[in-house]
């Protein structure tokens, strides 16, 4: 599977985007799927995960109560809400395949897979 994260670009200190990743391949409806983000000298942090029917989720402290993860199923998508950005919010974004078996609420990178390219997010203040 291959996923392609897209939405991202300049906005300003409490403005709103949506990143949206879409598969092509296959269907990943049956995976978890994660976003992380990896801003300029730092390593790639957990932003949000979403389990494979959509019901449960969970996110960093740092995007709690900003940031809403979604999916659509039947458009074999996944969403990421930003809302109030901030400066700190800079990074370029990617969606990934949370790998089964690993436990619920893992934020490690190398607990997901099928890394597609990132979508670059800017915030400025």
């Known amino acids: 599977v291959q996923l392609q994260a897209s939405g991202g670009g300049l906005v300003q200190t409490g403005d709103s985007l949506r990143l949206s990743c879409a598969a092509s391949?296959?269907?990943?409806?049956?995976?978890?799927m994660g976003w992380f983000r990896q801003a300029p000298g730092k390593e790639r942090e957990f932003v949000a995960a979403?389990?494979?029917?959509?019901?449960?989720?969970y996110y960093a402290d740092s995007v709690k109560g900003r940031f809403t993860i979604s999916r659509d199923r039947a458009k074999n998508t996944v969403y990421l809400q930003m809302n109030s950005l901030k400066p700190e919010d800079t990074a370029v974004y990617y969606c990934?395949?949370?790998?089964?078996?690993?436990?619920?609420?893992?934020?490690?990178?190398?607990?997901?897979?099928?890394w597609g390219q990132g979508t670059l997010v800017t915030v400025s203040s």
């Open positions: 990934a395949v949370k790998s089964r078996y690993t436990d619920w609420g893992t934020t490690k990178p190398t607990d997901f897979s099928s």
């Open positions: 391949g296959r269907t990943f409806s049956s995976y978890a």
């Open positions: 979403i389990s494979s029917s959509g019901g449960t989720t």
